[in-house]
């Protein structure tokens, strides 16, 4: 069964950073569409980045030059880097993958960046 769970969340201070992965299992990581999203408390459910099967990656405005999303294909594992996080960066961050028409969600996990 296709299945997507993330790991790495915590609370952070601000300026600090973390490291976010998600394990795919069944077929998903062959997905040509995978990204992190991310839901602030009583916010909609917005991306943060995306990373398409032949390199390309984009990023949301407000995490340019701070995230990295990248994914390592022996491992079946995609990864988001947080650099110089903010209070706005607080949120449950998931996983996404996107396979014959069909959305694929983890189950969250929560990054809350507070002094």
């Known amino acids: 069964q296709a299945q997507l769970m993330e790991s790495g969340g915590g609370l952070v201070q601000p300026g600090g950073s973390l490291s976010l992965s998600c394990a795919a299992s069944?077929?998903?990581?062959?997905?040509?569409?995978m990204a992190w999203y991310r839901q602030a408390p009583g916010k909609e459910r917005e991306l943060v980045a995306t990373n398409w099967a032949n390199g390309n990656t984009y990023y949301v405005e407000s995490v340019k030059g701070r995230f990295t999303i990248s994914r390592n294909s022996s491992k079946k594992m995609m990864y988001l880097e947080m650099n110089d996080l903010r209070p706005e960066d607080t949120a449950v961050y998931y996983c996404?993958?996107?396979?014959?028409?069909?959305?694929?969600w983890g189950q969250g996990t929560q990054v809350t960046v507070s002094s």
């Open positions: 069944g077929n998903v990581f062959s997905a040509y569409y």
């Open positions: 996404s993958a996107l396979l014959h028409g069909y959305t694929y």
